[in-house]
């Protein structure tokens, strides 16, 4: 046996030990799983599940071989709201010194989604009747997207799309 599955089974071992000595509490552990959930109190945390910047070396596979840059990036949210999936998907593109986005919103029905700044600022644009949406000119810095769905406030994770 090698010094690290030693190193393993001792961890295993004082780990059941303090299981039966010392447990956790059950109320402790409930307790902890209700702070989490205040995190976001005000409103609903679509989290982000994809982003075509992290799979870089799959998308440059399909590409030429010539070491060209990467098209538009994509990026995918999802949510549960009142046991309703919510997800919004987003490509975005920069030409010119100008980046755009544009969206999916499933389910979809027309609203208005907002493109958050960290300096506050929102910028609102329609969705139409099957969930699509554009924004003519992202703002460089961290941003994210806010929806009101259900009633509830969701917004995504902050991304930075340009630097």
Known sequence: MTSAA????????????????????????????????WRSIDAELAELSFDSLLDQDLALAVRSG?????????????????????????EVSATEGQCTMIGQLEPAGATTIGLQSRDGGVIEVP?????????????????????????RLVQTTWVSYIS
């Open 6 to 37: 030693r190193g393993d089974t001792l961890l295993s071992e004082l780990g059941g030990l303090l299981d039966r000595l010392d447990p956790v509490p059950p109320e402790l552990i409930e307790q902890g799983r209700q702070i989490f959930c």
């Open 66 to 90: 010539d070491g060209s840059v990467l098209g538009p990036r994509m990026l995918g949210f999802g949510a549960v709201v009142d046991g309703e999936d919510l997800s919004i998907e987003v």
């Open 127 to 151: 969705v139409d009747d099957v969930g699509r949406f554009s924004v003519g000119s992202v703002p460089s810095g961290p941003v994210r997207l806010r929806i009101e769905h259900g009633g």
